[in-house]
């Protein structure tokens, strides 16, 4: 199952609203792969399901520590 990512270049603009959100940090290029504007997750699906189907919103995080870089979606 392929997952996008798109890179974004955004401020944070925040509003308090109270709501909680679940992170999963996914650290290096294996990870990814590169496609133009936007970057591809390949995992297992058993990964992506759960995210799926958790009870909070799950942003995926991708961290590249050689550009020290990260991309969320």
Sequence with gaps: M???LKKLKSKWVGVLTG???ALQ???G???FRD???ALTYYGP???I???RDYSLSVLLVAYFPDTNKSYWA
């Design 2 to 4: 392929r997952r996008f």
């Design 19 to 21: 709501q909680l959100l």
């Design 25 to 27: 940090i996914k650290t």
């Design 29 to 31: 290029a294996s990870h």
């Design 35 to 37: 496609v133009g504007d």
């Design 45 to 47: 699906n058993v990964h």
């Design 49 to 51: 399901n759960y995210w």
